[in-house]
């Protein structure tokens, strides 16, 4: 061999040496560093890494997750969606100094990132979004080659470190959204020097101030959203040179002004929400957006006419426009070109017809269009649209038949044509409507007999057919809605009698079945609904006796006057003595106001024995006269004669005592307990019957009297919290509230006089030396109930009500274990005059209890309400209280459940051991809704309409989604 060919293979053959060589060290190092990593995750985590072992011949580039360029080094780490739970090693991985992409995303990671981050300089992909991470994040400028950054979701608060994106100018997604750092006093400049941006996402993360006209520099923007923060002011005319967006989000904002002109040249726009804002003018500059696929602009100030356009639009298959000063008619070429779904364009001013073709392509889901000026009749086409699941035109002027098809749509939940003017009958195809849950038809022109077919839509819940012309008998076959919790029938032309199944509907709440022609006698199995609140049958043609059934009621509206009714009045009912006019047959021992009721077969000389009895007992009652009048001229004596004082009394609801019966049992020895607002007295009237005594406290200075009785102190003018609380309660009508029976009221004292709970509070079930081993079952019917009687606060009555003192010991039991919200000496109804609620500025509430907003602003909300009964879910799932020596310094049950969220089982390691193992996911599932209600930004909380529904719905159990998510999208983008 030549000597030059010996040479050549020599140096081949050292050069590939040297080669693998150095491959070795460099592969050696990153499968140490990874090794650590491995070793540095608890059990649970280990069959992530089952392929993190050392094979003869493999290297760390067979790892799962791992990927390697063609030298052999690590440049990618992909764990993302693994179930890894508990803190990330970011040290060992910092050590690989080819790592270009680390993926973390869509796990339970936890704990605070370290400042070793900086040291992963080759970073170009960072994804540690959709994890539960505290603390701050760490300062980041040294990861100058970064184009990909996802944060969102993470429970990182603080300041962010805006100023390190100043060095980070190759990024081209950049996802801060869904945290909670500490709000910005301006939009952050860092962010609009960002050339290279294609996606943009900051919602929810506390971004404030003006959007910069700077945002027009981002041409590459495809994606931008900002919503849900604290952004003011105007819409930049500059965001019209972002021609390449395709999804523009900036609802739940303050911004004012129009739509800026130019705003149309944004024709690529598929997705456009600018909701919950305080937007004018018209929507003029839509018309040119013919890509877009949804549009929500709900909830602002615009005007004008929706463009016809939007009817040529061939994507648009979300249109919400409710809560706006809307005129002129809906573009009737709707749907007719696209696979139209949803439309909410209530709450405006618009008149002309319902456009015919939006179910035309047969996709459309709901059609809510309430409350504006509608005419002409429901298109014959919605009678074919299977898919529909919510119809409500409720509020308008429209005419008409209902098309019979509607009735029956398989996938119906809701028909709503209240207030129209709709004729015609209900027909025989409402057999088919399988999922329909409520019925809304009152005042309007519809007539004929129901169909016995309407007791084959075995979800209906609700059923309003109030101020109808409907004639006939009441269908039997309404004993089969055995979910049905409200039936109102009033003011129709119903006849025949009342069908005993009526007492199989075991859910009714409330029975209204006034101004009809009924006949016959009242059933007696209505005494058998055990959750029947209301029951109205007056203005009928009943006869009969009223049966003793119903004495097992706890009703707080009855009302059977004008009827033929005869017989006695049950002494139990009583108590509801104006139920009973225009039913001269009727007699009472105890009201004045009826004939007293004779037994004709007595003897003469049962007479005289018992006349005699009363000649007896009247002197015995004569001398106790005698006896109590030397007691109170003695007690006058030590202290002050409440006999003096001039009361006043007003009733709220039906009662059999009076005035003095409750003053003279003010006593110290009836005192069973105090609160913030007032003293509480358990009073034992004449019949057996108890009540709870309220005696508010004011605040000013209370006057000294030596007395052994309580001391009723002189007001300054009215107390603020009676004035408060009778306002409130007087008018509240509720299973779940606690009922108020009357105010009783001086020149200085102030009385509310309310049902008695036997059981006392939550508080005591779970917390007191008293408490009991409540089952889950028990426990759920506790957080289900008081979630009702707060939804009813919130949405049910004519104004918002805030409790602002929600906690265990203000939910009170009764013999059943049924919970009633007590104790609202501190609430206030929100005023709506300036078109929505106010929140008021009066800080309440209990330690342990009180939302994190206090902290910062004293301001009050629903959302208040809402976190505190989250606390209180938290004390049903862990039998803990609110604040407990365990949780350590200035920590409360929130947080210790938040850290406590680091894995399934530890998780379950925080359950009440008195739940049964059966039960367990379940109390989850409930410490889930519990997170969902403490979000530390109101923002992030749920209505609790919402939380009824979260409750009602008992979705199967995911341990996983507890423990990554700590939020809910609460955005309701239609009226419900």
């Not at 025989?428 to 005042?443: E, R, S, T, V």
């Not at 105890?590 to 007479?607: A, E, V």
């Not at 019917?781 to 009687?789: E, H, Q, R, S, T």
Request: some cysteine; overall charge negative; glycine content about 8%.
């Amino acid at each position: 061999m030549a000597p030059s060919l010996r040479n050549f293979n020599f140096f081949h053959r050292f050069s590939t040496f040297l080669v693998f060589s150095l491959f070795s060290v460099v592969s050696s190092d990153d499968l140490q560093a990874l090794l650590k990593l491995k070793s540095s995750f608890a059990d649970s985590n280990l069959a992530v890494f089952d392929s993190w072992k050392l094979h003869s011949g493999t290297g760390p580039c067979s790892f799962t997750g791992v990927t390697c360029n063609s030298r052999g080094n690590v440049t990618e780490i992909d764990l993302s969606r693994r179930g890894l739970s508990g803190n990330f090693p970011f040290d060992p991985v910092c050590e690989i100094q080819s790592l270009e992409k680390l993926s973390l995303g869509f796990n339970s990671l936890s704990g605070i990132i370290p400042s070793d981050l900086k040291n992963c300089t080759s970073l170009k992909y960072l994804d540690l979004g959709n994890n539960l991470f505290s603390g701050t994040f760490p300062e980041f400028s040294s990861l100058n080659q970064l184009q990909f950054l996802y944060l969102n979701n993470s429970a990182f608060s603080g300041v962010f470190p805006w100023k390190s994106l100043r060095n980070a100018t190759s990024l081209v997604v950049l996802s801060l959204g869904d945290n909670p750092f500490d709000a910005t006093a301006d939009f952050p400049v860092e962010v609009v020097s960002l050339k290279k941006l294609s996606w943009l996402y900051l919602s929810n993360c506390s971004i404030a101030g003006k959007i910069p006209p700077a945002i027009g520099d981002l041409t590459e923007l495809r994606n931008l959203e900002i919503s849900d923060s604290g952004l003011t002011g105007e819409i930049p005319s500059e965001i019209s040179k972002l021609t390449n967006l395709w999804q523009l989000e900036l609802y739940n904002n303050s911004l004012t002004g129009k739509l800026p002109t130019g705003f149309g040249n944004l024709k690529n726009l598929t997705y456009l929400d600018a909701s919950t804002n305080l937007l004018q003018g018209d929507l003029s500059e839509l018309r040119s957006l013919t890509n877009l696929v949804s549009l929500q602009m709900f909830e602002n100030e615009f005007s004008g006419e929706i463009p016809l356009e939007f009817g040529e639009f061939k994507d648009l298959v979300n249109l919400s426009l409710y809560t706006n000063k809307l005129t002129g008619s809906l573009p009737q070429g709707l749907g007719s070109l696209a696979d139209f779904d949803f439309i909410d364009a209530s709450e405006n001013l618009l008149t002309g017809p319902i456009p015919p073709d939006m179910c035309k392509k047969g996709k459309m889901k709901a059609l809510l269009l309430l409350q504006n000026n509608l005419t002409g009749s429901i298109p014959e086409s919605y009678g074919n649209c299977l898919t529909l699941q919510r119809f409500r035109v409720s509020e308008n002027s429209l005419n008409g038949t209902v098309p019979a098809g509607l009735w029956g749509l398989p996938k119906l939940e809701i028909i709503d044509i209240e207030m129209n003017n709709f004729e015609g009958p209900i027909t025989a195809d409402i057999k088919n409507g399988k999922m329909l849950g409520a019925l809304y038809l009152g005042f309007n022109k519809l007539s004929d007999e129901l169909p016995e077919e309407i007791g084959d839509t075995e979800s209906l819940t609700k059923v309003e057919l109030n101020n109808n012309r409907f004639s006939g008998k009441i269908p039997s076959s309404i004993g089969k809605l055995k979910g049905l919790s409200s039936l109102k029938m009033q003011s129709n032309g119903f006849s025949g009698e009342i069908p005993d199944s009526i007492g199989s509907c075991s859910m009714l709440s409330d029975v209204n079945m006034a101004q009809n022609s009924i006949s016959g006698e009242i059933p007696h199995t209505l005494g058998s609904l055990p959750t029947l609140n209301a029951l109205n049958l007056s203005d009928n043609k009943l006869s009969g006796i009223i049966p003793e059934s119903l004495s097992s009621l706890r009703l707080s509206l009855l009302d059977l006057s004008n009827n033929r009714l005869s017989g006695r009045i049950p002494l139990s009912l009583s108590s509801y003595n104006g139920s009973f006019n225009g039913n001269p047959g009727l007699c009472s021992m105890t009201i004045k106001s009826f004939n007293r009721c004779i037994n004709p077969s007595r003897s003469h000389g049962d007479t005289r024995v018992f006349v005699l009895c009363i000649v007896v007992g009247l002197l015995i009652l004569l001398a106790s006269l005698v006896f109590f009048l030397y007691l109170k001229k003695t007690e006058k004596k030590e202290g002050r004669s409440l006999k003096h004082e001039s009361w006043s009394i007003k009733s709220f609801r039906k009662m059999s005592f009076t005035e003095d019966d409750i003053i003279d049992s003010i006593k110290e020895e009836n005192l069973i307990g105090r609160g913030g607002c007032g003293d509480v007295y358990r009073v034992v009237l004449g019949d057996g019957k108890e009540v709870a005594v309220k005696h508010i406290r004011c605040s000013s200075t209370q006057k000294n009297f030596s007395s052994a009785m309580p001391i009723l102190t002189e007001r300054e003018g009215r107390s603020k919290e009676f004035e408060t609380e009778v306002q409130t309660l007087s008018s509240i009508r509720h299973l779940n509230v606690v009922k108020l029976y009357c105010s009783i009221t001086s020149d200085d004292s102030s009385l509310l006089v309310y049902e008695y709970l036997p059981n006392g509070s939550l508080w005591d079930m779970l917390h007191s030396c008293k408490k009991s081993n409540l089952g889950w079952e028990t426990r759920y019917d506790i957080a289900l109930g008081a979630a009702k009687g707060l939804e009813y606060l919130h949405h049910g009555y004519e104004r918002p009500v805030i409790h602002r003192d929600v906690k265990s010991s203000n939910i009170l039991l009764d013999e059943f274990l049924k919970p009633r919200i007590a104790d609202f000496g501190l609430a206030k109804i929100l005023q709506a005059s300036n078109g929505g609620p106010e929140s008021t500025h009066v800080v309440a509430g209990t330690y342990g209890y009180i939302a994190p907003e206090y902290g910062y602003a004293s301001k009050v909300t629903e959302k208040c309400d809402v976190y505190s009964f989250g606390v209180v879910l938290m004390e049903l799932v862990t039998g803990k209280k609110p604040i407990e020596a365990e949780f350590g310094e200035s920590k409360d049950i929130v947080n210790w459940v938040s850290n406590n969220l680091k894995s399934k089982e530890s998780v379950m390691e925080i359950v009440d051991k008195k739940i049964g193992e059966m039960y367990r996911e379940d109390a989850v599932k409930m410490l889930r809704i519990a997170i969902i209600c403490t979000a530390r930004l109101p923002g992030l909380r749920p209505t609790m309409r919402s939380v009824v529904q979260m409750i009602e719905d008992a979705e199967p159990c995911r341990l996983m989604g507890i423990v990554i998510s700590k939020e809910s999208d609460v955005k309701v983008k239609e009226i419900s």
